[in-house]
């Protein structure tokens, strides 16, 4: 299960980027985009590589990042930025494919996004939202993805706030 509580591990006590739950979840991302996109026609003004790129850059923007804070904290810093700005990418590229079908994002207090939000939670086995995404249409699998995205965002933010606030803290200390 990936842990999404305000428990994540910092990256400012060296923990391996393979064991945060935001790498995890961006690979996550990445693997049910592959599939989403190589099992649907992609508009091509949406550009099914480039949402894939977009999720491939996340996760290793991530790995770069937790990687670069020993050496550099502020570059790391910038590139969990990058990682960051992957998602919000991807989560506007798929709300233009959910705009083109005809159907409205799931909000945050919708059934459907809290069900999937709490699958999410409950899982880190890319092969359970596969499942979800081959089974739906392309609004309700744009949307899983979307739900995927957001919780990703949620675990990089407290991450990059958290080394914010130490490189703040180690700058006025000097």
Same mark, same amino acid.
């Given at each position: 299960?990936? #842990? ?14 393979? #064991? ?5 979840? &961006? ?61 919000? @990418? ?12 005809? @159907? ?22 890319? =092969? @359970? ?9 392309? &609004? &309700?699998? &744009? ?7 957001? =919780? ?17 803290? #180690?700058?006025?200390?000097?």
């Amino acid at each position: 299960m990936i #842990d999404m509580s305000n428990n994540t591990p910092l990256i400012s006590s060296l923990v391996a980027y393979e #064991d945060l739950a935001c790498y995890k979840r &961006a690979v996550i991302i990445h693997d049910v985009m592959c599939h989403f996109c190589g099992a649907r026609t992609i508009p091509t003004y949406v550009n099914g590589d480039m949402l894939i790129r977009s999720a491939r850059m996340c996760e290793l923007n991530i790995a770069e990042g937790c990687l670069a804070l020993p050496i550099s904290p502020e570059a790391g810093l910038v590139l969990l930025q990058s990682a960051q700005s992957s998602l919000v @990418d991807l989560r506007r590229r798929l709300s233009s494919l959910i705009g083109l079908c005809n @159907d409205g994002l799931w909000m945050p207090d919708s059934t459907k996004y809290k069900r999937m939000w709490e699958i999410g939670e409950e899982s880190d086995d890319v =092969q @359970d939202f596969i499942f979800w995404v081959s089974r739906s249409d392309d &609004a &309700a699998a &744009a949307n899983i993805l979307i739900v995927l995205i957001n =919780q990703a965002d949620v675990m990089l933010y407290k991450i990059i706030q958290s080394l914010a606030r130490e490189l703040s803290a #180690d700058g006025a200390s000097e």
